[in-house]
């Protein structure tokens, strides 16, 4: 267990050899509350709590994994998301997948590609079924 003042996280984590620097990590992620604005100097984003099962392999350049789990918490712009769950591969800043949100605000079923890598000319490529939205309580 982690614990810093910006949160905490659990990590039981397999972590293997594999080649050229990569290693191949299995496991699960849980994080409580932690700070995910303060942590990567971003206004918009608040808290963050998270139970996630990672399959993969990560070196210093690339991480290529299988995720799966829920958000339990999610802050961003102010408001706090939670019953959010996901199922995808998670290249570098590509997500291919599954979001499922539940939240009392927001409920929609999402499948497809979000490829943030090039941050000038970010790709989108899904199918989303959006059942609610209240946007007057999102901000």
């Known amino acids: ?3 810093t003042e910006i949160g905490g996280a659990t990590c039981l984590l ?3 050899s594999l080649r050229d620097g990569c290693r191949g990590v299995l496991g699960d992620v849980k994080t409580s509350s932690l700070q995910l604005g303060e942590l990567l100097e971003n206004d918009l984003l608040g808290p963050l709590s998270l139970n996630v099962h990672v399959n993969g392999e990560l ?3 690339h991480s290529d994994a299988e995720v799966s789990g829920e958000i339990l918490r999610l802050g961003i712009n102010g408001y706090d998301y939670d019953s959010l769950r996901m199922k ?3 290249v570098n800043r ?3 997948g599954l979001i499922e949100a539940r939240d009392r ?3 929609f079923d999402f499948r497809g590609l979000l490829d943030l890598n090039d ?3 970010p790709r ?3 199918a989303m079924d959006l059942e609610e939205a209240n946007l007057a309580a999102l901000g």
């Open 1 to 3: 267990m982690l614990a």
């Open 14 to 16: 397999q972590v293997s």
């Open 59 to 61: 070196s210093s350049e």
């Open 88 to 90: 995808g591969h998670l």
């Open 94 to 96: 590509e997500f291919n």
């Open 105 to 107: 605000n927001l409920r």
């Open 119 to 121: 941050e000038q000319r």
């Open 124 to 126: 989108y490529d899904f």
